[in-house]
């Protein structure tokens, strides 16, 4: 079983649609990211938490450390916002211990 | 500011030989950290440079080596190619403002290996 495990592994939406991608992890962490990665390989980090909730224009960031459950979601998504979200959690509790990532969610936003 | 710069974007290698990838990060950000990527494993964590010292190292065999000079540029090395080294390697940096603290990832937009 993958220590990071990311649902659901395709997603299509229509435009306007609201969005939730889950990250399910079963190790102990000290931060959590949430990456986009385009067509063509390049990755943007969209959040970086350790607890709560951050909010970036349309983006929204939650996570439980009790229940090792984050969730990303995108409000009023749009055809730009089609990517793999990929979630990466630093593993326990040093800030310079390693990065494991899920395997990432397919988006894809229909106009 | 200048982004994270990966050189060479494409590089296309022969089984045994070796190769060189560079990293630039972000002027200022002195953590460097090196990812594999491929379509069945997904993103891998590599290493992870600081101040050229290397404080964490992921799964690969000693094949894959790296290096961070005194300008926080940092190269990885691959020795020996095998056919499924074949990924985009990506490289990220960041700042850590102190020790134990987190900061987020730039990331490059990767050098793509083709080993043949």
């Known amino acids: 079983k993958n220590e990071v495990e990311q649902s659901p592994q395709n997603l299509t939406a229509q435009e306007g649609e609201f969005i939730t991608i889950n990250c399910s992890y079963s190790v102990g962490i000290s931060a959590l990211h949430w990456l986009q990665q385009h067509p063509g390989g390049g990755i943007v980090s969209l959040f970086m938490l350790s607890s709560g909730k951050k909010k970036h224009g349309r983006l929204i960031a939650t996570i439980n450390i009790q229940e090792k459950h984050s969730s990303l979601h995108i409000t009023a998504s749009h055809p730009r916002d089609s990517a793999v979200y990929i979630c990466a959690v630093r593993r326990g509790r040093g800030a310079t211990n390693k990065l494991i990532f899920g395997t990432g969610t397919l988006l894809a936003v229909q106009p | 500011k200048a982004g994270v710069t990966q050189t060479p974007r494409y590089l296309i290698k022969t089984r045994g030989q070796q190769v060189t990838l560079s990293c630039s990060p972000i002027?200022?950000?002195?953590?460097v950290s090196w990812y594999q990527q491929t379509p069945g494993q997904g993103l891998q964590f590599l290493f992870e440079y600081f101040s050229e010292t290397q404080r964490n190292k992921g799964n690969f065999p000693g094949r894959f080596s790296g290096r961070q000079f005194s300008n926080s540029r940092s190269e990885m090395n691959v020795s020996t190619l095998e056919l499924g080294d074949s990924a985009l390697y990506l490289c990220?940096?960041?700042?850590?403002?102190?020790?134990?603290?987190?900061?987020?990832?730039?990331f490059g937009n990767g050098t793509r290996l083709t080993v043949t």
């Open positions: 002027s200022g950000h002195r953590s």
């Open positions: 990220a940096s960041s700042s850590p403002p102190r020790t134990g603290e987190h900061s987020p990832l730039h």
